[in-house]
């Protein structure tokens, strides 16, 4: 079973970029779907986009198109998502989540422990 | 969009008892690609069932999954302490790529 772990928590400031890497071990990494699902506090889970390593191209959700950017890095076996233009309500728990095959659309069966970001003035 | 909506939100029970949480989508999900998580609180989400009734590995048997179109569930059969938790239905037939219920929580009464 593969394992992922992302970076740790971040505090940044309204208007500046974050950067959440996720690694992967134990498993195949370059032929499955990696998805980002972030939490608000309190709240439900919402997608934001997905990379198949070996293609290259990242799809995104339509509420994040513009802000987020998600690539690969097959050498080190490392997604990452960055997002740009923050605000406070982008504060929440983002995950990275490897989907079950090389589709963007799947369901996910590996999860990352999750990068708390929080925005703060 | 696919939405997807969960009821009841919160569901206060005992253990034993059985439970049945609903799903229900704007519109039909293609070939059922319908899944379940559970989330406990400060942990990521666990895979449960995919595809509307596949047990994923080393879920235990008193989890199922049913449903069809846009009406899904799942059913617990004997709460146990343990699976008092969040649960969350996700599709991943439809546009965008994947959607998210908004979650049920299930309260130990």
């Known amino acids: 079973q593969v394992q992922l772990v992302q970076s740790g928590a971040e505090v940044k400031k309204p208007g500046s970029s974050v950067k959440v890497s996720c690694k992967a071990s134990?498993?195949?990494?370059?032929?499955?779907?990696i998805s980002w699902v972030r939490q608000a506090p309190g709240q439900g889970l919402e997608w934001m986009g997905a990379?198949?390593?070996?293609?290259?191209?990242?799809h995104y959700a339509q509420t994040f198109q513009g802000r987020v950017t998600i690539s690969a890095d097959e050498s080190t076996s490392t997604a990452y998502m960055e997002l740009s233009s923050l605000r406070s309500e982008d504060t929440a728990v983002y995950y990275c989540?490897?989907?079950?095959?090389?589709?963007?659309?799947?369901?996910?069966?590996?999860w990352g422990q999750g990068t708390l970001v929080t925005v703060f003035s | 969009e696919i939405v997807l909506t969960q009821s009841p939100g919160t569901l206060s029970l005992s253990p034993g008892e059985r439970v049945t949480l609903s799903c229900r989508a704007s519109?039909?999900?293609?070939?059922?690609?319908l899944a379940w998580y559970q989330q406990k609180a400060g942990q990521a989400p666990r895979l449960l069932i995919s595809?509307?009734?596949t047990r994923a590995t080393g879920i235990p048997d008193r989890f199922s999954g049913s449903g069809s179109g846009t009406d899904f569930t799942l059913t617990i059969s004997r709460l146990e302490p343990e699976d008092f938790a969040v649960y969350y239905c996700?599709?991943?037939?439809?546009?965008?790529?994947?959607?998210f219920g908004q979650g049920t929580r299930l309260e130990n009464k």
């Open positions: 989540a490897r989907g079950h095959n090389s589709l963007i659309s799947t369901y996910f069966d590996s």
């Open positions: 134990r498993g195949t990494f370059s032929t499955y779907a």
């Open positions: 990379i198949v390593p070996i293609f290259g191209s990242a």
């Open positions: 519109q039909s999900v293609s070939n059922n690609y």
């Open positions: 595809g509307t009734s």
């Open positions: 996700q599709q991943y037939g439809g546009s965008p790529p994947v959607t």
